[in-house]
T-cell receptor, first 116, second 109 residues
Framework: ETGVTQTPRHLVMGMTNKKSLKCEQH?????MYWYKQSAKKPLELMFV???????ENNSVPSRFSPECPNSSHLFLHLHTLQPEDSALYLC???????????????FGEGSRLTVL | SQQGEEDPQALSIQEGENATMNCSYK?????LQWYRQNSGRGLVHLIL?????REKHSGRLRVTLDTSKKSSSLLITASRAADTASYFC?????????FGAGTRLTVKP
């Protein structure tokens, strides 16, 4: 138990569906992240929220829409995805320190997404 | 985009042997971190080394950092079958955390 909880753990959806991934952190951290992990590829940083403000959006397609209603919760809304979007989506949180140090990332167990 | 690159991509050793994994990166960093991932699970933080540090130890783990060569190594001593996992380095550059593709370590009993 890392203090970061992701739901659902597994999700199968069609290309026309709308679904959401949820992440909750119980660590009092001030930053939250979405990463995408595809087979045999590096983790791709998708979004970063720092004190609920989005500070990073790495050219992610608009069919992925993040939402951070408060510092403990992070969502990833999914709409009209493609089969190549199938991957493990990992949420993480950290306590950003002074002088822009990220510190340790605490990851959830991930949401395994399959797009048919 | 990817920052760290691990080498080798895969490593297979016998229990009791040492395992060494390397990481190279391209830009300046605040710190470098190593993570472990069991298959299909989340990543777990192992150790963090700051840009002004050269070596750090934690249990059976030893990490080195050479900022002039932009490289780091992770040594796991006296490996165990339970050490079988993927290992990733991650570089922190002003709150931008980037990971490599990882080294898949297999420790045979």
């Amino acid at each position: 138990e890392t203090g970061v909880t992701q739901t659902p753990r597994h999700l199968v959806m069609g290309m026309t569906n709308k679904k959401s991934l949820k992440c909750e952190q119980h660590l009092g951290h001030n930053a939250m992240y979405w990463y995408k992990q595809s087979a045999k590829k590096p983790l791709e940083l998708m979004f970063v929220y720092n004190f609920k403000e989005q500070t990073e959006n790495n050219s992610v397609p608009s069919r992925f829409s993040p939402e951070c209603p408060n510092s403990s919760h992070l969502f990833l809304h999914l709409h009209t995805l493609q089969p190549e979007d199938s991957a493990l989506y990992l949420c993480a949180s950290s306590q950003l320190g002074q002088r822009s140090n990220t510190g340790e990332l605490f990851f959830g167990e991930g949401s395994r997404l399959t797009v048919l | 985009s990817q920052q760290g690159e691990e080498d080798p991509q895969a490593l297979s050793i016998q229990e009791g042997e040492n395992a060494t994994m390397n990481c190279s990166y391209k830009t300046s960093i605040n710190n470098l971190q190593w993570y472990r991932q069991n298959s299909g699970r989340g990543l777990v933080h192992l150790i963090l080394i700051r840009s002004n540090e050269r070596e750090k130890h934690s249990g059976r783990l030893r990490v080195t950092l050479d900022t002039s060569k932009k490289s780091s190594s992770l040594l796991i001593t006296a490996s165990r079958a339970a050490d079988t996992a993927s290992y990733f380095c991650a570089t922190d550059n002003n709150n931008d955390m980037r990971f490599g593709a990882g080294t898949r370590l297999t420790v045979k009993p």
